[in-house]
């Protein structure tokens, strides 16, 4: 028997018949015209990382050379050599990446970002938003009385700018493929509250907000946008903290540990396959229970 077509979406933008058990628009792993091997959850798809040269960023683009995808855009603001050793390691799984040095705040270089790597790839089928404001002890632990103007700047400007600059550049391009996955990265205290961190919080908490108004844009398109919202994770930006700092932080989590930037890129992953064609506007918190405290 015939599958029934699917009713029409979003006032007309796509009206496309379901295979059973498979959303259309996220094709089966190992699409020979995508260029796949038929062996990973991202087989021969395209994706864009932003801060992709450290921490749960570089992590990602590991995870997604590792799913088989083929071209990797690995943006990086300063850290050439760092970017350079995550291309070296995605080539080693047999990926195709492209370096790109941005500055994502900046809307025309975030454009000519997109462009670059859709005319490399012909295509883009994921974009994940690492790209954050350097983590600064002084901003973070400051009184909030005392914070000052570009301690609420560089936050609002790199990490909910950037990802509303980066999108915008995306969007065309996944609406005349009727077809994407964006990931932006939120913070479990954005949804929470804390006592420091503020600008931080506010910044990610502006993107948590970002996705759920782009869910609902890009939807009918059959564009899917979700929000990663992690803990305490062992990254770059940890280092500076004292080791009781650190023991503190695991000790507020249910599962007494901090997490690890690959427990993160495997939800980026999971965004951008076929396991979450059925899902747009949700924030994935991935904080070991911190939130529960």
Known sequence: MATPAAPR???????????????????????????????GRLDGRNALITGASGGIGRATAIEFAREGAHGIGIQYARNAPAA????????????????????????EQARSMVG?????????????????????REEWDADFGDLTEEAFRGPLRIDLLGSVFTA?????????????????????????????????????AGVLAL??????????Y??????????????????????????????????????????????AVFLCSDDASFMTGVTLVVDGGYAMR
């Open 9 to 39: 979406i979003g006032g007309g933008a796509i009206n496309l018949p379901l295979e059973r058990g498979r959303h259309p628009l996220f094709p089966a792993a190992g699409s020979a015209s995508r260029g796949g091997s038929g062996v």
């Open 222 to 267: 059959n564009v899917h946008v979700n929000a990663i919202a992690p803990g305490a994770v062992d990254t770059e930006a940890m280092a500076g903290l004292s080791d009781a700092e650190m023991r503190s932080l695991a000790e507020e989590a249910a599962l007494k540990r901090r997490g690890s930037p690959e427990e993160i890129a495997r939800k």
């Open 116 to 136: 670059t790597f859709v005319g490399r790839f012909g295509r883009l089928d994921a974009l994940v938003c690492y790209a954050g404001h350097p983590f600064r």
């Open 168 to 204: 915008q550049a995306a969007m065309p391009v996944m609406k005349k493929q009727r077809a994407g996955a964006i990931v932006l990265v939120g913070s479990t205290p954005a949804i929470t509250g804390d006592r420091v961190g503020i600008p931080y919080y506010v910044a990610k």
């Open 211 to 220: 996705t759920k108004g782009l869910a609902q844009i890009l939807g009918p």
């Open 84 to 107: 350079e050793a995550v291309a070296k390691e995605s080539r080693a799984l047999g990926a195709d990446p492209l370096l790109l040095q941005a500055d994502v705040s900046e809307r």
